[in-house]
Structure formats: C-alpha cells, structure tokens
C-alpha cells in the first residue's frame, strides 16, 4: 500500500492527498514531520514533507509525487494525456507555486505565527504577488476548473497555495488579490464542495492545535 508521509496542516501535503483521494487509492497516512535527524534524512533527503513511501522505496518532491502517481496509478487522470493539454496544466501549477506560493510563503511566519517580517520582505512578497495573480488571470481558464473543464494537477496547487496566498493579502496588506478575478473565486466555492477536499480540511482543522503547540514550543 503507499504510505503518505507528513501532516495534515502542509499545504503540499494535502495536495498529494486530495490527488489521492480523488484517484479512489488506498494509502496510509504516516506521521512526519520530517526535519534534519538522519532518520527524517534517509526518507526525505531535503528534510520536507511530503513524501511518498511505494514497494520500491520513497518519492519526494510535490510535483514529482504527482507526476508519479498518474504514470503509475489507476482512477481519475489529474493530467491529460495530450502533450500540449498536460504542458498547460504543468506550467500552471508551476506559475501558482514559483510567482504566487513561494512570495507568500515568505510572508507565512507573521500572517498566521504572529512573528513579524520585515518590511522590505513584505513589500517584495507584495509586489510578485500582484505579478502572479495577473499571470493567473491571464493564464487560467476557470472554465470551470483552472486550466478546463476537469480537476487537474493545478486546482490542487491553485487550492493549497492560492488560498494561504489571499490569506496573507487580507492579513498583511488589507488587499483580495482575487478581487479582479470573480471565476477564481467561483472555483473556490465548488471545490469547498468537493467530499474529499471537505475530508482534508476537516483533518487539517483537527490536526491544527497540537501543530501551533508544538511551533509554540519551538519558539
């Protein structure tokens, strides 16, 4: 059986997960929190989550894992067979997770821990936000799902970084950097309707307390 490993609050995590929820795969979810111990190093060599545990050994890398798991499991396709189609959806989730995750990532410690960031990094993180959104309005397609008519690879990054992303706009800068964007937010209603996205949140939500209480310690 493949083994997940991670927790249910990682947004790269849960991405992996909704994919295999949404293929209808049995897996395992293992508790990981990953780190620098040559145990947590063996199985993820950056020291991240998540990670993919099959017969042969471990996957790491959100995208490779995804990759992974269209090429060498069964259920519903989270990327098209046809070259063009499947580059489509490949550069999107690429463009949310370079020009959209990685600038609010930075931002993350102070909108959600309460630990400030200096404002040079906040005007930065800013400034590429903007730049990514307008890419995702002219890249997207939300018709109704980000690049067509079916969940793909991108709604899950779309789902676990754009949403953290407007978090840190509403949080920081007072800003909806979907305001422009009406479809986007269409997409977000009907994928809060999903069963399975339901189901990760619901452990996200349950797992919350005790992951701020072990940052807490950590400070």
């Known amino acids: 059986m493949l083994k997940l490993y991670g927790f249910a609050v990682s947004n790269y995590y849960n991405m992996v997960k909704l994919a295999l929820l949404e293929k209808g795969l049995p897996f395992e979810e293992v508790p990981f929190f990953a780190g620098f111990s040559p145990e947590a190093l063996a199985i993820s060599p950056r020291g991240k989550v998540p990670v993919l545990g099959v017969e042969q050994g471990y996957v790491n890398e959100t995208s490779v894992i995804l990759e992974y798991l ?5 259920g519903p396709a ?3 067979s046809e070259p063009f189609q499947r580059a489509q959806v490949l550069a999107l989730a690429r463009e949310i997770e370079l020009y959209i995750e990685l600038p609010a990532r930075s931002c993350y410690a102070e909108a959600f821990f309460g630990t400030p960031v200096p404002e040079a990094i906040k005007e930065k993180a800013k400034a590429e936000l ?13 018709a109704p799902y980000v690049a067509g008519p079916s969940l793909s690879v991108a709604d899950l ?3 676990y ?25 269409s997409l977000f209603a009907r994928l809060e309707q999903n069963p399975n996205v339901q ?5 996200k939500d349950a797992a919350m307390p005790a992951f701020l209480a072990m940052v807490s310690a950590k400070k």
């Open 130 to 142: 903007l730049l990514g959104f307008a890419s995702l309005g002219r890249h997207g397609k939300f």
């Open 157 to 159: 990054y779309f789902l």
């Open 78 to 80: 989270l990327l098209p």
């Open 199 to 203: 189901r990760v949140a619901a452990d």
């Open 70 to 74: 269209e090429q060498t499991q069964s």
């Open 161 to 185: 970084s754009v949403g953290l992303a407007c978090a840190v706009g509403k949080k920081l800068f007072d800003m909806d950097f979907l305001a422009e964007l009406p479809a986007a937010k």
